[in-house]
């Protein structure tokens, strides 16, 4: 059958600034029962086989790619004989929707990198025999659930053919039921027969207030920020709203920094919503995630508590979006593009669908609290906790006046081993975060004083330990990961090398020396290698079979440890001397979060800061309880033009060679400069870490005034980049980062 030819766009997953050109006739083949479903409703821009959003298999540049089709019918820009046509449809690829693509495209404009990039992100399984045998996957696991549901159902029925009256055939009854409503929920078919969740939660006066602030929001269509100090009964809030939201028919984004350690979140929605969670991140399986975004396609009624990447799931009927620890950097995607952020796509999602979106945190970013102050946003607050425990008691430890006095012993102040001993006494849990896992996080010859650094980073060598180490450790790179063996001699002048500081490492060391009794263990990302491990020391401190935690970041957030009574941070200055205008904000964050974990129940808890700058301005903001938002920290912004005044671009280049990097950098910098510019130019800079992984790094940043022309400034600050790159023959060495944190 000879049909017309008809010329679409394709979005392929690559770094391309423009949509290929293809053709495609009706004589591929396109079995008529992909003319079904809602999609087949939407009449127009519908063609004889193929429709916007469709999966095609195409050639380009010598390679195949299924790449999404955008425009259909399309008049070709070059010559019709030069274009190649597709090479099939993809039918059992599902198609991509209008809501997707659209967010595709307003994520690569706004974080100006290229809409192929963002289908990447979504679609992350670009090459073909990927996502065929993913396709494949997913069918056999489908038949195999459907077997399961089957035997399940038999099983059931003999069960009730029983004597259900009986305790342990009751208790198996159940068990069966539940298994069996896992596997059907909100399975596409299926029908939608779960039991609405209970949206008969007590609010208290203080809960129902702010929920009602947040409606208020929401009626008036704008996102509504809940501030909340640790405790104070946020996640009740968002499991209400989210209730509302489900009985009502539509769909729930729940979205969380990180999930692997925080699974109490997810059990206690489990509990709510039972089949009608999901989760998604990527520690799951690549199959398991296709999986989950083909039921979030085609279910109705769901939740899915995701990370930042749960963003591109296919979404639709979207009623509410929740961004809980809105603050937090894990948001912020470094590498590769698109180096999005997924509080802030959330809000253009939310756009997108026209739903609500709520953000939350104890302690919210400046951007966020800036909103609120400009009108954008809806401010609800929540000042007590919700079992009246008060906020830990603060003591700051000078450690340099310390040492003076003969107060210190190795880590550790004389003040805090006290208030160590005095809460194991009483048989309450410790909490020690240090910023840095390792041994040391360098070491130095005490003859030269030659600090040996990583080969491939300006990055020194960190002193890693194991338990069976008979030697004397490796050296490890942060950076990179590239280690070697430690011989503890310099390998300059011979003599000998020590460590410079102590890491989580030591710190557990000198811990178990210190109290030899207590039951001590460590969690950071060399432990977290190991999440069986993880889950493991995270289960055994809440059941209180460990007395002292030690660990980094990871533990500063999320948890909810009923008898810990003292929290420590050591050598809290790490945290603050960082060259970067976000560092003290992060560092009250940090903190602050540090703090909620502890005395959250009856009896007030102790956090102890242990620094050789105690008065620092960010130990003030804690101590005094000052909003942030009414700090110096807020008008140094202004006056130094950052965000959230301004907007930042950083524009990084890489290159095996220094001198070319400067060059390179040097040259776009002019180009940038050249003529009247809406915006500030710095640079080109070498960053904290100027070479990693053998690439010399060079940053140009630019601040942008935030003004209506700022779409179009953006356009051509890349439409410039672009040109330099392609001119020079320089792609792969240039990224672009918008919002950088
Ligand atoms: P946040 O999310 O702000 O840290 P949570 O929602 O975890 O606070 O609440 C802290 C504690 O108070 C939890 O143990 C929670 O079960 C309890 N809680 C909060 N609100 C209510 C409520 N309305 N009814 C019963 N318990 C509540
Ligand atoms: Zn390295």
Same mark, same amino acid.
């Given at each position: 059958m000879a049909a017309d030819r008809i010329y679409i766009s394709v979005i392929l997953p690559l770094r391309l600034e423009w949509e290929p050109c293809y053709s495609y006739t009706g004589d591929i083949p396109c079995p008529p029962e992909s003319m079904t479903g809602p999609e087949a409703e939407i009449k127009d821009n519908r063609t004889e086989g193929v429709r916007r959003g469709d999966r095609v298999r195409v050639q380009f540049a010598g390679k195949e790619y299924i790449g999404t089709v955008d425009q259909v019918g399309i008049l070709p820009q070059?010559? @019709? +004989? $030069?274009i190649k046509g597709i090479i099939s449809v993809e039918r059992e690829l599902a198609p991509v929707s209008e809501e997707e693509r659209t967010l595709w495209k307003q994520v690569a404009e706004y974080y100006m990198c290229s809409i192929g990039e963002v289908s990447k992100a979504a679609y @992350? /399984? #670009? $090459?073909i025999s990927e996502e065929k045998k993913l396709a494949g996957m997913q069918q056999r696991e489908e038949e195999r659930r459907n077997k399961k549901i089957s035997l399940l159902r038999e099983k059931l029925a003999k069960l009730q053919g029983k004597? *259900? !009256?009986?305790g342990k055939i009751r208790e198996k009854i159940a068990a069966a039921e539940a298994e069996l409503q896992r596997l059907q929920g909100l399975m596409p078919g299926e029908g939608n027969t779960l039991p609405m969740p209970d949206d008969r939660i007590m609010l208290s006066q203080a809960q129902e207030k702010a929920f009602l602030k947040i409606k208020e929001a929401f009626g008036k269509g704008m996102p509504a920020l809940l501030k909340g100090v640790t405790g104070s009964g946020k996640t009740e809030i968002y499991t209400k709203l989210a209730c509302e939201c489900i009985r009502a028919g539509k769909n729930v984004l729940y979205m969380v920094p990180e999930i692997a350690l925080g699974r109490h979140l997810e059990m206690r929605l489990q509990e709510v919503f039972g089949a009608r969670l999901m989760t998604f991140h990527s520690g799951e399986s690549m199959a398991r995630r296709r999986d989950t975004a083909d039921r979030v396609r085609t279910a109705e009624g769901y939740i899915v508590l995701g990370t930042r990447s749960s963003i591109f799931l296919p979404h639709h009927n979207l009623g509410l979006i929740i961004v809980d620890?809105?603050? +937090?950097?894990?948001? $912020? !995607?470094?590498? *590769? /593009? @698109?180096?999005?952020?997924g509080r802030d796509t959330a809000v253009m999602l939310a756009g997108i669908h026209g739903c609500d979106i709520v953000l939350g945190s104890a302690t919210p970013s400046l951007e966020s609290l800036y909103n609120c102050m400009s009108g954008k946003y809806t401010i609800a607050e929540l000042k007590e906790r919700y079992h009246h425990a008060e906020d830990a008691e603060i003591e700051i430890i000078d450690t340099i006046a310390e040492r003076k006095k003969n107060g210190m012993r190795g880590s550790f102040s004389v003040r805090l081993i006290e208030h160590i001993r005095e809460t194991l006494d009483e048989e309450g849990q410790v909490m020690l975060f240090r910023a840095r896992r390792s041994f040391s996080p360098a070491v130095q010859c005490i003859e030269c004083g030659f600090i040996p650094k990583c080969p491939h980073c300006n990055v020194s060598l960190s002193l890693h330990k194991r338990k069976n180490d008979d030697g004397h450790g490796r050296l490890v790179c942060h950076s990179c990961g590239y280690s070697a063996p430690f011989t #503890? !001699?310099?390998?300059?002048? #011979?003599g000998e090398m020590r460590g410079l500081g102590a890491g989580t490492q030591k710190i557990e060391e000198e811990v178990s020396a210190l109290f030899p009794s207590a039951r001590v263990a460590r969690l950071d990302s060399d432990t977290a290698q190991s999440p069986v491990y993880s889950k493991e020391t995270v289960r055994k401190f809440s059941k209180g079979e460990t007395d002292i935690l030690i660990g980094t970041q990871m533990v500063t957030k999320g948890f909810d440890f009923p008898n810990l009574r003292l929290v420590a941070v050591l050598q809290a200055d790490t945290l603050l001397?960082?060259? +970067?205008?976000r560092a003290d904000e992060k560092a009250a964050q940090l903190l602050e979060q540090f703090r909620g974990r502890c005395g959250r129940r009856d009896r007030r808890g102790l956090f102890v800061i242990q620094t050789s700058a105690p008065d620092h301005p960010v130990y003030r903001i804690l101590a005094e309880g000052t909003k942030i938002e009414e700090t110096a920290l807020l008008s140094e912004r202004k006056l130094f033009s950052y965000p959230p005044y301004t907007r930042v671009i950083n524009i990084e280049i890489r290159d095996k060679s220094e001198q070319r990097a400067m060059l390179m950098s040097t040259k776009l910098y002019g180009i940038l400069e050249a003529g009247a510019q809406p915006y500030a130019l710095t640079g080109p800079f070498s960053p904290a870490v100027d070479k990693a992984a053998d690439n010399y790094i060079r940053v140009i940043r630019l601040n942008l005034r935030k003004d209506k022309n700022l779409v179009g400034t953006k356009r051509r600050i890349m439409t410039a980049v672009n040109d330099f790159e392609s001119k020079e023959k320089y792609a792969g060495h240039i990224a672009i980062d918008v919002d950088p944190i």
């Amino acid at each position: 059958m000879a049909a017309d030819r008809i010329y679409i766009s394709v979005i392929l997953p690559l770094r391309l600034e423009w949509e290929p050109c293809y053709s495609y006739t009706g004589d591929i083949p396109c079995p008529p029962e992909s003319m079904t479903g809602p999609e087949a409703e939407i009449k127009d821009n519908r063609t004889e086989g193929v429709r916007r959003g469709d999966r095609v298999r195409v050639q380009f540049a010598g390679k195949e790619y299924i790449g999404t089709v955008d425009q259909v019918g399309i008049l070709p820009q070059i010559s @019709p +004989d $030069k274009i190649k046509g597709i090479i099939s449809v993809e039918r059992e690829l599902a198609p991509v929707s209008e809501e997707e693509r659209t967010l595709w495209k307003q994520v690569a404009e706004y974080y100006m990198c290229s809409i192929g990039e963002v289908s990447k992100a979504a679609y @992350p /399984a #670009g $090459k073909i025999s990927e996502e065929k045998k993913l396709a494949g996957m997913q069918q056999r696991e489908e038949e195999r659930r459907n077997k399961k549901i089957s035997l399940l159902r038999e099983k059931l029925a003999k069960l009730q053919g029983k004597r *259900p !009256q009986e305790g342990k055939i009751r208790e198996k009854i159940a068990a069966a039921e539940a298994e069996l409503q896992r596997l059907q929920g909100l399975m596409p078919g299926e029908g939608n027969t779960l039991p609405m969740p209970d949206d008969r939660i007590m609010l208290s006066q203080a809960q129902e207030k702010a929920f009602l602030k947040i409606k208020e929001a929401f009626g008036k269509g704008m996102p509504a920020l809940l501030k909340g100090v640790t405790g104070s009964g946020k996640t009740e809030i968002y499991t209400k709203l989210a209730c509302e939201c489900i009985r009502a028919g539509k769909n729930v984004l729940y979205m969380v920094p990180e999930i692997a350690l925080g699974r109490h979140l997810e059990m206690r929605l489990q509990e709510v919503f039972g089949a009608r969670l999901m989760t998604f991140h990527s520690g799951e399986s690549m199959a398991r995630r296709r999986d989950t975004a083909d039921r979030v396609r085609t279910a109705e009624g769901y939740i899915v508590l995701g990370t930042r990447s749960s963003i591109f799931l296919p979404h639709h009927n979207l009623g509410l979006i929740i961004v809980d620890e809105e603050h +937090d950097s894990s948001y $912020k !995607q470094d590498s *590769p /593009a @698109p180096r999005y952020n997924g509080r802030d796509t959330a809000v253009m999602l939310a756009g997108i669908h026209g739903c609500d979106i709520v953000l939350g945190s104890a302690t919210p970013s400046l951007e966020s609290l800036y909103n609120c102050m400009s009108g954008k946003y809806t401010i609800a607050e929540l000042k007590e906790r919700y079992h009246h425990a008060e906020d830990a008691e603060i003591e700051i430890i000078d450690t340099i006046a310390e040492r003076k006095k003969n107060g210190m012993r190795g880590s550790f102040s004389v003040r805090l081993i006290e208030h160590i001993r005095e809460t194991l006494d009483e048989e309450g849990q410790v909490m020690l975060f240090r910023a840095r896992r390792s041994f040391s996080p360098a070491v130095q010859c005490i003859e030269c004083g030659f600090i040996p650094k990583c080969p491939h980073c300006n990055v020194s060598l960190s002193l890693h330990k194991r338990k069976n180490d008979d030697g004397h450790g490796r050296l490890v790179c942060h950076s990179c990961g590239y280690s070697a063996p430690f011989t #503890g !001699q310099c390998q300059k002048c #011979g003599g000998e090398m020590r460590g410079l500081g102590a890491g989580t490492q030591k710190i557990e060391e000198e811990v178990s020396a210190l109290f030899p009794s207590a039951r001590v263990a460590r969690l950071d990302s060399d432990t977290a290698q190991s999440p069986v491990y993880s889950k493991e020391t995270v289960r055994k401190f809440s059941k209180g079979e460990t007395d002292i935690l030690i660990g980094t970041q990871m533990v500063t957030k999320g948890f909810d440890f009923p008898n810990l009574r003292l929290v420590a941070v050591l050598q809290a200055d790490t945290l603050l001397g960082i060259e +970067d205008f976000r560092a003290d904000e992060k560092a009250a964050q940090l903190l602050e979060q540090f703090r909620g974990r502890c005395g959250r129940r009856d009896r007030r808890g102790l956090f102890v800061i242990q620094t050789s700058a105690p008065d620092h301005p960010v130990y003030r903001i804690l101590a005094e309880g000052t909003k942030i938002e009414e700090t110096a920290l807020l008008s140094e912004r202004k006056l130094f033009s950052y965000p959230p005044y301004t907007r930042v671009i950083n524009i990084e280049i890489r290159d095996k060679s220094e001198q070319r990097a400067m060059l390179m950098s040097t040259k776009l910098y002019g180009i940038l400069e050249a003529g009247a510019q809406p915006y500030a130019l710095t640079g080109p800079f070498s960053p904290a870490v100027d070479k990693a992984a053998d690439n010399y790094i060079r940053v140009i940043r630019l601040n942008l005034r935030k003004d209506k022309n700022l779409v179009g400034t953006k356009r051509r600050i890349m439409t410039a980049v672009n040109d330099f790159e392609s001119k020079e023959k320089y792609a792969g060495h240039i990224a672009i980062d918008v919002d950088p944190i």
